[in-house]
């Protein structure tokens, strides 16, 4: 009996972590960028930046809502540091795993009215969150990012591999690729002292192995998901805001698994 | 897959956020004539507002800086400084560098000096 209520409770516990993976999109851009990507742009020399973001998402008719903040510091112009500590409500609720987070722009060339970069990022997240809301292990992610940034366009492209080691339980989540390419326009002449919109669409791939449990494939996990992503980053003085939403073009999961319906996501960021 | 219903109150907070965005008129200067006590930089690499304010910030920790005047499109800082303030051409470089920039050239120093 007391084996049964205890398989249950193993089970239970690896359904929300999975359900964890399923909803993690990728980390967040650090500085401002594309909001469901990567961003090549790093921050300025000795900059402290603040960030608040929300994510809202839905799976399979299952909402979960995430509160994220995020402190960044440019070591220089080239290498950006941070740390972020998620809070995540719905189905399970409580502090996620906190994060720590670089990126080094190792190639920049500043033409009139434009730049372009190469960034490479790394990140990971520690196994600290409450049951049910962190991914119950720690993960690592290196992503690289190329960015070309000018006044009237804009244009991203991104790919990113995130690699989850084993939790309690035995539970190892499967790894997962990010792929992205982002466009985005100014429809205005961006004016220093004054409001600035941007508007971006992504398309963006992930791409998850299956999930491991005691050595074991579970062939309900992993798979592939396509998305499309408008939004719009606005910008007054060092305030950014950059709301968007994720909609699913293209899922082929594996096994019986519900598929995302959604991810809405606002970020608020403030540097000085 | 995707319910539009499910965000569609969303949508009011978008369209307020784009009207408010939405640029406001240029203002026409075009004047040549820079001030006397001031620094012009051409500067490469400015593109967004966001990323401009790190120029403000770099030339704003400097001793004897006034304030600085940004112009994305045209590329051009304006480095509004005390009487008796000098940076050295290495300086500048770094400035701008250290704000995620280039400096492009020297366009004006204090007095009116040319490069």
Known sequence: MEARIRDIRVRRWCRAALAASLAAAPLSA?????????????????????????????????????????????????????MDLPYETGEHSGVGDFGLKTKYRFWRRAEPGAMRSLTALGAVHFDTGAAGVG???????????YGYESIKWYRWASVGYRINTTGDAGLRRGNRWFLNLVGGWR????????????????????????????????????GTELFVSPGMIWTYGHFNLRPGVQIPVYSALNG????????????????? | MFRFKSWMPLFPALLLITALALPMPVRADGSNAYPMNSYVLQVNGLACPY??????????????VI????????????????????F????????????????????????GGRP
């Open chain 1, 30 to 82: 650090l500085a401002h960028g594309p909001i469901f990507s990567f961003s090549p742009h790093t921050e300025f020399k000795g900059a402290l930046e603040y960030h608040l973001g929300y994510q809202r998402t839905e799976v399979g008719g299952v909402a979960s809502n995430e509160y994220t903040g995020e402190f960044k510091y440019g070591v220089n112009s080239n290498w950006t540091v941070g």
């Open chain 1, 135 to 145: 991914a119950g292990s720690s993960d690592y992610l290196a992503a690289l990012a």
């Open chain 1, 187 to 222: 429809p205005g002449t961006p004016i220093y002292t004054m409001p600035d919109t941007v508007f971006v669409v992504g398309l963006n791939a992930e791409i998850t192995d299956r999930s491991r449990q005691n050595g074991v494939d579970l062939p309900n996990t992993g």
């Open chain 1, 256 to 272: 019986r698994q519900p598929a995302t319906d959604f991810r809405f996501r606002v970020e608020f960021e403030m540097h000085y």
């Open chain 2, 51 to 64: 990323c401009a304010y790190g120029l403000e910030k770099q030339f704003a920790r400097q001793h004897g």
């Open chain 2, 67 to 86: 304030k600085t005047d940004i112009d994305i499109v045209k590329g051009v800082a304006v480095v509004h400084v005390r009487p008796g303030t000098r």
């Open chain 2, 88 to 111: 050295t051409d290495a300086q500048l470089k770094g400035f701008v560098y250290d704000a995620g920039f280039a400096l492009r050239r020297v366009v004006h120093r204090p007095g």
